[in-house]
T-cell receptor
Framework: NAGVTQTPKFRILKIGQSMTLQCAQD?????MYWYRQDPGMGLKLIYY???????DKGEVPNGYNVSRSTTEDFPLRLELAAPSQTSVYFC?????????????FGPGTRLTVT | DAKTTQPNSMESNEEEPVHLPCNHS???????IHWYRQLPSQGPEYVIH???SNVNNRMASLAIAEDRKSSTLILHRATLRDAAVYYC???????????FGGGTRLMVKP
């Protein structure tokens, strides 16, 4: 199993540009998550999904969109990038509720917006 | 979810046991105690979790106080690869969001 994979590893965007961060998992997990981690800080949840076709906002959803058309994939879309979105983005998945089951994280995408 | 308190940093010698404490005095009956760690420049990694009883797995042991107001993550023999930030997180059985606080930065000396 590859686990949770993320592409790209690094990206530099100009202010106002858009991009999609890709995330895929091969563990047949129902739940998937997007977090961001600012330098020296903990993770904050952006969006999560409890299954294909179902998504919900987390703590910091503004400026982002998600979709979940398959169990395996959970892309994160940034529209009109802003310097405040400079961060490391982590995708994660779990079999079911994170309270009971562990989350598996991808290696992250380091995004810089200038 | 209730708040946890952890020391900012701890130091250990290689091949010695490490006890990482976590206080969670406002824990509720449905809160699970989770531990994750984050190695430099990597994503968080699940370590262990429990509800009431002590738990063991291949990575670590989790000792939970009888009143559940504190817990201790035990690494039985620290290696250099265990140098990371360790996060203690409470999450109830309906929770989806891991809330990472400051964590404990563990340094392992050879």
């Amino acid at each position: 199993n590859a686990g949770v994979t993320q592409t790209p590893k690094f990206r530099i965007l100009k202010i106002g540009q858009s991009m999609t961060l890709q995330c895929a998992q091969d563990m047949n997990h129902n739940y998937m998550y997007w977090y961001r981690q600012d330098p020296g800080m903990g993770l904050k949840l952006i969006y999560y999904s409890v299954g294909a076709g179902i998504t919900d906002k987390g703590e910091v959803p503004n400026g982002y969109n998600v979709s979940r058309s398959t169990t395996e994939d959970f892309p994160l879309r940034l529209e009109l990038a802003a310097p405040s979105q400079t961060s490391v983005y982590f995708c994660a998945s779990s079999y079911a509720l994170a309270g009971v089951y562990e989350q598996y994280f991808g290696p992250g995408t380091r995004l810089t917006v200038t | 979810d209730a708040k946890t308190t952890q020391p900012n940093s701890m130091e250990s010698n290689e091949e010695e046991p490490v006890h990482l404490p976590c206080n969670h005095s406002t824990i509720s009956g449905t809160d699970y105690i989770h531990w994750y760690r984050q190695l430099p420049s990597q994503g968080p990694e699940y370590v262990i979790h429990g509800l009431t009883s002590n738990v063991n797995n291949r990575m670590a042991s989790l000792a939970i106080a009888e009143d559940r107001k504190s817990s201790t993550l035990i690494l039985h023999r620290a290696t250099l690869r265990d140098a990371a930030v360790y996060y203690c997180i409470l999450l109830n059985n309906a929770g989806n969001m891991l809330t990472f606080g400051g964590g404990t930065r563990l340094m392992v000396k050879p």
